[in-house]
């Protein structure tokens, strides 16, 4: 099966005649792994929290579920997750497919764990996610949209 524009985790949006753009936000493969490797954490303890409370005996299954459950995900998903790009211009944020938002349009940025949110005046929300330095992305976005920190 081919990897069309249906399916690419880049911006398939046209620039504008004079639009540029000025960088792009790329996944980080390590940040990734780490933020599964937290997300494995909780749920074995939740898995292990739950048998515990329903009066399993056999407490030690609910990590063994937690981890195999996160590890199927990550696995899985790795490969569009990892492939994702969010463009910059001096004009838009073009993200995966066809998301474009206007840098006018852009209300909040804030971080989320690895990842940063951005939300348009709308209440439309867009994550870029796991992203190695959280705060320089916000910053950059932030700039070009011309918002305070904060």
Same mark, same amino acid.
């Given at each position: 099966?081919?990897?069309?524009?249906?399916?690419?985790?880049?911006?398939?949006?046209?620039l504008?005649?004079?639009?540029?753009?000025i960088?792009?936000?790329?996944?980080d493969?390590a940040?990734?792994?780490?933020d599964?490797?937290?997300?494995?954490?909780?749920?074995?303890?939740?898995?292990?929290a739950?048998?515990?409370?329903?009066?399993?005996?056999?407490?030690?299954t609910?990590?063994?579920?937690?981890?195999?459950?996160?590890?199927?995900?990550?696995?899985?998903?790795?490969?569009?997750?990892?492939?994702? /790009?969010? %463009?910059?211009? %001096?004009?838009?944020? &073009?993200?995966p &497919?066809?998301?474009a938002?206007?840098?006018?349009?852009?209300?909040?940025?804030?971080? &989320?764990?690895?990842?940063?949110?951005?939300?348009?005046a709308?209440?439309?929300?867009?994550?870029?996610?796991y992203?190695? %330095? /959280?705060?320089?992305?916000?910053? /950059?976005i932030?700039?070009?949209?011309? &918002?305070?920190?904060?």
């Open positions: 099966m081919s990897e069309g524009p249906i399916h690419s985790m880049t911006p398939t949006t046209a504008a005649e004079g639009e540029r753009v960088e792009s936000f790329h996944p493969r940040t990734y792994w780490r599964h490797a937290w997300l494995a954490a909780g749920a074995m303890a939740l898995g292990m739950v048998l515990w409370a329903a009066g399993n005996p056999h407490v030690w609910g990590a063994v579920g937690g981890l195999a459950a996160v590890t199927v995900r990550a696995f899985y998903v790795a490969s569009d997750e990892l492939q994702a /790009r969010w %463009d910059l211009t %001096d004009r838009r944020l &073009l993200g &497919l066809t998301r938002v206007r840098l006018a349009e852009i209300r909040t940025v804030r971080g &989320l764990g690895s990842a940063v949110q951005v939300v348009t709308s209440g439309d929300k867009h994550l870029i996610k992203q190695a %330095d /959280r705060g320089t992305t916000e910053a /950059r932030r700039a070009a949209a011309g &918002l305070r920190e904060g």
